[in-house]
């Protein structure tokens, strides 16, 4: 049997067909107590907090977090100045950084975020990661860059401003900036029409703790990175998502499919929902941010609901 991971009701365009719908009200309701839980919190859904900074760390520095240490992510971004104010319009792998333009801007940046106080770590051109030492600012409110996509960054300055904490980390941002706002690498992407990595944004999440176990350890197949990431983490298998027409093949065992980045409901009930229903003998596990509904392959006879 097939698990769906839904995207959320209020994002999706169009509904399911009435049949679809009519399965959905006679199949087996459940309430959704989530996959993974660290020692310290519960995490349902991606939404909810997941301790991606941990699973990303493991995933690509080989480095697994230790007690007491604080650890940021920082992701390489693109800004522009427009009538509202700055908007970001694109970070990590929207930006495409070829390998060479990476290993610049490291090399250009390693001194001045070593002065503030971090350890760098960026092995990956989508990201970077730093290790908080000794001299490193006391943690401020930051928002991770996904939830800020094309908003107006000084409504999202880390902090208030006012405490010393919160100047030290607009300076380092202002001084970030100019490092890299002329640096070639961004001149030449300017001139072959690119975005210029011109902003690097970091963000923080509460302390995870060192274990994890997944409730339901499913093989993942998800086109996001950090979840994989963290599914990795937590002991599981993830990889990217095949296609429908592989998994109806029966080229992958049967696991947890997430299509929350899907958007049109006709579609991926045509595309997927169907296909998986009938790949699976009828059965079907279907999960949002509120329930589990499974689908049996009787679920269609019955009369109530």
Same mark, same amino acid.
């Given at each position: 049997?097939?698990?769906?991971?839904?995207? $959320?009701?209020?994002?999706?365009?169009? +509904?399911?067909? $009435?049949?679809?719908?009519?399965?959905?009200?006679?199949?087996?309701?459940?309430?959704?107590?989530?996959?993974?839980?660290?020692?310290?919190?519960?995490?349902? @859904?991606?939404?909810?907090?997941?301790?991606?900074?941990?699973?990303?760390?493991?995933?690509?520095?080989?480095?697994?977090?230790? =007690?007491? !240490?604080?650890?940021?992510?920082?992701?390489?971004?693109?800004?522009?100045?427009?009538?509202?104010?700055?908007?970001?319009?694109?970070?990590?792998?929207?930006?495409?950084?070829?390998?060479?333009?990476?290993? *610049?801007?490291?090399?250009?940046?390693?001194?001045?975020?070593? !002065?503030?106080?971090?350890? %760098?770590?960026?092995?990956?051109?989508?990201?970077?990661?730093?290790?908080?030492?000794?001299?490193?600012?006391?943690?401020?409110? #930051?928002?991770?860059?996904?939830?800020?996509? *094309?908003?107006?960054?000084?409504?999202?300055?880390? *902090?208030?401003?006012?405490?010393?904490?919160? &100047?030290?980390?607009?300076?380092? %941002?202002?001084?970030?900036? #100019?490092?890299?706002?002329?640096?070639?690498?961004?001149?030449?992407?300017?001139?072959?029409? @690119?975005?210029?990595?011109?902003?690097?944004?970091?963000?923080?999440?509460?302390?995870?703790?060192?274990?994890?176990?997944?409730? +339901? =350890?499913? =093989?993942?197949?998800? $086109?996001?990175?950090?979840?994989?990431?963290?599914?990795?983490?937590?002991?599981?298998?993830?990889? +990217?998502?095949?296609?429908?027409?592989?998994?109806?093949?029966?080229?992958?065992?049967?696991?947890?499919? !997430?299509?929350?980045?899907?958007?049109?409901?006709?579609?991926? +009930? &045509?595309?997927?929902?169907?296909?998986?229903?009938?790949?699976?003998?009828?059965? @079907?596990?279907?999960?949002?941010?509120?329930?589990?509904?499974? @689908?049996?392959?009787? !679920?269609?006879?019955?009369?109530?609901?």
């Amino acid at each position: 049997m097939w698990t769906v991971l839904l995207p $959320p009701t209020d994002v999706m365009h169009g +509904e399911f067909s $009435p049949r679809m719908q009519q399965r959905q009200r006679r199949g087996q309701r459940r309430p959704f107590y989530g996959w993974l839980r660290t020692a310290d919190h519960p995490h349902p @859904l991606p939404e909810a907090n997941w301790p991606v900074i941990a699973g990303g760390l493991l995933r690509d520095e080989g480095i697994r977090v230790q =007690p007491g !240490d604080r650890w940021l992510r920082l992701d390489p971004s693109s800004a522009t100045v427009d009538i509202n104010g700055i908007r970001l319009l694109a970070f990590g792998e929207m930006m495409r950084l070829s390998a060479d333009e990476h290993l *610049g801007l490291r090399a250009a940046l390693q001194d001045l975020v070593h !002065d503030a106080g971090f350890e %760098l770590h960026w092995s990956q051109p989508e990201r970077a990661y730093l290790l908080a030492g000794s001299e490193a600012p006391a943690r401020v409110e #930051m928002i991770p860059t996904a939830e800020i996509l *094309g908003e107006d960054l000084l409504e999202y300055l880390p *902090g208030d401003g006012r405490s010393q904490d919160s &100047r030290r980390w607009r300076l380092y %941002l202002t001084d970030w900036q #100019m490092q890299l706002h002329e640096h070639p690498v961004n001149q030449r992407r300017r001139r072959n029409g @690119l975005p210029a990595v011109n902003l690097l944004w970091p963000w923080e999440q509460q302390q995870t703790s060192l274990n994890a176990v997944l409730y +339901e =350890p499913l =093989p993942l197949m998800s $086109p996001d990175a950090d979840w994989r990431a963290v599914w990795t983490w937590a002991g599981g298998q993830a990889g +990217e998502r095949p296609t429908a027409a592989e998994l109806v093949a029966g080229r992958v065992q049967p696991g947890l499919v !997430d299509l929350r980045d899907l958007r049109r409901a006709a579609s991926l +009930e &045509r595309d997927w929902l169907v296909p998986l229903l009938e790949a699976g003998s009828g059965r @079907l596990r279907l999960v949002s941010a509120e329930q589990s509904i499974r @689908l049996g392959r009787f !679920d269609r006879f019955k009369v109530w609901r």
